[in-house]
């Protein structure tokens, strides 16, 4: 079992769960996932690894309350358990490469995944310019966390109600319009990173986005979360989360995505 250490809520839908899990904690890496359930017969969630204490011996969750088996999680309390956490999942992020200048850019509870991202990038000795968007102010979360690791953090809101009023990819281009940008890393949803990756194709910009398929087994054996990449089908569970962005079939992946949204 896997107690709960601490849990902070970032809205009323978004917590954020310390959990033990000593041994994930001493193997986990930038970009890592794990698989969680909680209660007997629930359902398999994905969740990528924000953070790990290996002297704890902790991971660090951040879970957005959207159906039945998220929102479980979402209500258990300090002290309780949840039923299994399997990982590190996929492939790690390669943050060893010194590149100069990388956007690091996420969109809602995209920002949990990339802040261990955000940390291997500058412990590399790049510059970091992190941009973090939502659609308002309250859904904004981990800015103290991504500042500390960032030399520069730009905040964009739908609404204008924190940083400046405008779309992800308004920072982005505005960042590469006034110096050399050699990397982009974009996650949260799907149709953001489609966006951000029509831009930084059009600058040639390498990018890489981290998918959030649907995934049950987390092996690449149920083939739930297979996208297209390049023209070829790739399992995100094994082959990444992780994917060269100008490669990714957004189109074909978003139609999958919501395969389930009929079920209530």
């Given at each position: 079992?896997?107690?709960?250490?601490?849990?902070?809520?970032?809205?009323?839908?978004?917590?954020?769960?310390?959990?033990?899990?000593?041994?994930?904690?001493?193997?986990?890496?930038?970009?890592?996932?794990?698989?969680?359930?909680?209660?007997?017969?629930?359902?398999?969630?994905?969740?990528?690894?924000?953070?790990?204490?290996?002297?704890?011996?902790?991971?660090?969750?951040?879970?957005?309350?959207?159906?039945?088996?998220?929102?479980?999680?979402?209500?258990?309390?300090?002290?309780?358990?949840?039923?299994?956490?399997?990982?590190?999942l996929g492939r790690a992020t390669d943050t060893s490469h010194r590149n100069g200048t990388v956007v690091c850019?996420?969109?809602?509870?995209?920002?949990?995944?990339?802040?261990?991202?955000?940390?291997?990038?500058?412990?590399?000795?790049?510059?970091?310019?992190?941009?973090?968007?939502?659609?308002?102010?309250?859904?904004?979360?981990?800015?103290?966390?991504?500042?500390?690791?960032?030399?520069?953090?730009?905040?964009?809101?739908?609404?204008?109600?924190?940083?400046?009023?405008?779309?992800?990819?308004?920072?982005?281009?505005?960042?590469i319009r006034r110096e050399d940008v050699a990397e982009v890393v974009a996650?949260?949803?799907?149709?953001?990173?489609?966006?951000?990756?029509?831009?930084?194709?059009?600058?040639?910009?390498?990018?890489?986005?981290?998918?959030?398929?649907?995934?049950?087994?987390?092996?690449?054996?149920?083939?739930?979360?297979?996208?297209?990449?390049?023209?070829?089908?790739?399992?995100?569970?094994?082959?990444?989360?992780?994917?060269?962005?100008?490669?990714?079939?957004?189109?074909?992946?978003?139609?999958?995505?919501?395969?389930?949204?009929?079920?209530?």
């Amino acid at each position: 079992m896997n107690r709960i250490i601490s849990k902070e809520h970032f809205s009323e839908s978004v917590v954020k769960l310390v959990v033990e899990a000593p041994a994930v904690a001493r193997a986990r890496k930038a970009g890592h996932f794990v698989i969680v359930r909680c209660g007997k017969g629930g359902e398999r969630i994905p969740l990528t690894i924000a953070d790990a204490d290996i002297i704890a011996g902790t991971v660090t969750l951040v879970v957005q309350a959207v159906g039945e088996s998220t929102k479980k999680i979402c209500a258990l309390e300090v002290g309780d358990n949840l039923t299994d956490l399997v990982g590190p999942l996929g492939r790690a992020t390669d943050t060893s490469h010194r590149n100069g200048t990388v956007v690091c850019c996420g969109g809602g509870v995209g920002v949990a995944p990339l802040l261990p991202i955000i940390r291997a990038m500058k412990e590399s000795g790049n510059r970091v310019v992190s941009i973090l968007a939502a659609r308002n102010k309250n859904l904004i979360i981990l800015e103290e966390e991504v500042r500390h690791w960032s030399d520069e953090v730009i905040i964009m809101t739908d609404d204008g109600s924190a940083g400046r009023k405008g779309l992800v990819t308004v920072g982005v281009e505005d960042v590469i319009r006034r110096e050399d940008v050699a990397e982009v890393v974009a996650i949260g949803p799907a149709v953001m990173m489609k966006f951000v990756a029509l831009l930084t194709k059009k600058y040639s910009i390498p990018t890489t986005v981290s998918l959030n398929t649907i995934m049950v087994d987390g092996t690449g054996m149920c083939g739930a979360c297979r996208v297209r990449v390049g023209g070829k089908t790739r399992f995100v569970c094994v082959d990444g989360p992780e994917f060269d962005a100008h490669q990714v079939d957004f189109d074909e992946m978003i139609t999958r995505m919501k395969a389930y949204d009929h079920i209530k």
